[in-house]
């Protein structure tokens, strides 16, 4: 059974800098696609980021730029560095594990990210 446990989020100010971690338990992280997702009130569940076993990535059109995922495999953590923050980036953000089509996707509880203005 995988778990996933975010930390990082928080409450900043617009401009402002987070840096979320997620950490996994079990064996297949390294072979998992990593992934953060985002929930704002009353919106539907958006892809930010995410990073293949060999490190190659993909951002959503919204944080291109200001937001960069990256990984550690030999502490099975994910990472999301999140710059220039805006009050838009406000939500619940999810780490997601993608372990292939025979394995379910995992996710964690989600972090609370507030950005003020």
């Known amino acids: 059974q995988v778990q996933l446990v975010e930390s990082g989020g928080g409450l900043v100010q617009a401009g402002g800098s987070l840096r979320l971690s997620c950490a996994a338990s079990?064996?297949?992280?390294?072979?998992?696609?990593m992934g953060w997702y985002r929930q704002a009130p009353g919106k539907q569940r958006e892809l930010v980021a995410r990073?293949?076993?060999?490190?190659?990535?993909n951002y959503g059109d919204s944080v291109k730029g200001r937001f960069t995922i990256s990984r550690d495999n030999a502490k099975n953590t994910v990472y999301l560095q999140m710059n220039s923050l805006k009050p838009e980036d406000t939500a619940v953000y999810y780490c997601?594990?993608?372990?292939?089509?025979?394995?379910?996707?995992?996710w964690g509880q989600g972090t609370q990210v507030t950005v003020s203005s």
């Open positions: 997601n594990m993608d372990a292939g089509p025979w394995r379910p996707d995992y």
């Open positions: 079990g064996s297949i992280f390294r072979i998992a696609v």
């Open positions: 990073i293949t076993s060999g490190g190659g990535t």
